[in-house]
């Protein structure tokens, strides 16, 4: 884990098998991340149940995330973002394959008392 950078730097390339993930700041009660998304999406009746809460920011590229009980899958664009409360079930269901998508990710325990809007 660096003390800086840059969020840009040193994307992956278009087809990889996996997202990539790397931690930009990881101090107790905090975890901070890029995710490089180049076209990846979750398994097939796969959804993230996470203990923690996560705030995610698009950076660049194009995502859809659903939540679970939602019949359409939220499109977002770079500046969009999401708060996803801790044991919210979600899945992305397609990451843009023409371009990397960048996402920044912060997953925290919320306590159950963050502002949501």
Do not use: C
């Not at 390339?13 to 979750?42: F, H, K, M, N």
């Not at 920011?57 to 499109?75: H, I, K, N, V, Y």
């Amino acid at each position: 884990m660096a003390n800086e950078g840059n969020i840009f730097a040193d994307l992956p390339l278009t087809g990889s098998a996996d997202e990539d993930i790397a931690a930009l700041l990881d101090v107790p009660g905090l975890r901070v991340e890029r995710i490089v998304s180049t076209g990846q999406a979750s398994p097939p009746d796969f959804w993230y149940d996470q203990p923690s809460a996560e705030w995610v920011l698009l950076l660049s590229g194009a995502a859809r995330l659903r939540f679970e009980g939602e019949e359409d899958a939220r499109t977002l664009k770079p500046g969009d973002y999401v708060f996803i409360p801790a044991r919210r079930r979600h899945r992305v269901d397609w990451t843009s394959p023409d371009a990397p998508t960048v996402w920044l990710a912060l997953h925290f325990d919320d306590g159950g008392e963050s502002n949501r809007d």
